[in-house]
């Protein structure tokens, strides 16, 4: 059984920056996939960022390019989200995600095995 643990979120003002971590634990993390979601209040939960296994191949949506930066440490079983420049429409609770089949890209729920709890974060104006 993988658990997955996040950490990091907060209050921030607009343009400001947060690091998320997520720590991983149950199974070999270095070949899974690596994943975060966000869900605002009163919406669906979206795709954010992603990371392969293996190869490190990184994929991001289209409102987070150029802001936040997924990064991870196999070493430390640990997977970042790096988030600059912030909005307040990045309020929301972020979850990490881990996909078994690693060599695969995936911007879907349905690409993900395992889910943290969560962690909010929110940006004032």
């Known amino acids: 059984q993988v658990q997955l643990v996040e950490s990091g979120g907060g209050l921030v003002q607009a343009g400001g920056s947060l690091r998320l971590s997520c720590a991983a634990s149950?199974?070999?993390?270095?070949?899974?996939?690596l994943g975060w979601f966000r869900q605002a209040t009163g919406k669906e939960r979206e795709f954010v960022a992603q990371i392969r296994g293996r190869d490190g191949s990184t994929l991001y949506a289209d409102f987070v390019k150029g802001r936040f930066t997924i990064t991870r440490d196999n070493a430390k079983n640990t997977v970042y989200l790096q988030m600059n420049s912030l909005k307040p429409e990045d309020t929301a609770v972020y979850y990490c995600?881990?996909?078994?089949?690693?060599?695969?890209?995936?911007?879907?729920?349905?690409?993900?095995?395992?889910w943290g709890q969560g962690t909010q974060v929110t940006v004032s104006s």
């Open positions: 149950g199974r070999t993390f270095s070949s899974a996939r």
């Open positions: 995600a881990l996909g078994v089949l690693g060599l695969v890209s995936s911007a879907t729920e349905r690409g993900y095995d395992y």
